[in-house]
């Protein structure tokens, strides 16, 4: 099972550290992503990391600002986001994917097994 937590109110410019905690399993063995979703779009990878490797996706909106970073010893990962703009606002899940994926897979939400409970993170002054 994953829990995703971490969300909040945050003004523009703020920060927010989401965590993915797995019970039942050990995340290293399984790559990682980060999605988004708004009522009535699509869900959106944001940040992904592959096993072994440790290969990273981020999607353009968030580069520069959001890292995803594994915690073998707590069987988490975390996405560190920084620079927080409105448009972050979103519902923001973790998910686990049992394996290596191929890179053009990483960011592809039916590439993921396991879902954790949604996370609100709203970014508004």
């Known amino acids: 099972q994953l829990q995703a937590c971490g969300g909040g109110l945050v003004q523009p410019g703020g920060s927010l550290r989401l965590s993915c905690a797995a019970s039942?399993?050990?995340?290293?063995?399984?790559?990682i992503g980060w999605f988004r979703q708004v009522l009535g779009k699509e869900r959106e990878g944001v940040s992904c990391i592959n096993v072994s490797d440790g290969n990273t996706y981020y999607a353009d909106s968030v580069k520069g600002r959001f890292t995803i970073s594994r915690d073998n010893a707590k069987n988490t990962v975390a996405l560190q986001m920084n620079s927080l703009k409105p448009e972050d606002t979103a519902t923001y899940y973790c998910?686990?994917?049992?394996?290596?994926?191929?890179?053009?897979?990483?960011?592809?939400?039916?590439?993921?097994?396991?879902w954790g409970q949604g996370t609100l993170v709203t970014v508004s002054s």
């Open positions: 998910a686990a994917a049992l394996g290596r994926l191929i890179t053009s897979r990483l960011s592809t939400p039916k590439s993921y097994d396991d």
């Open positions: 039942g399993f050990t995340l290293d063995y399984y790559a």
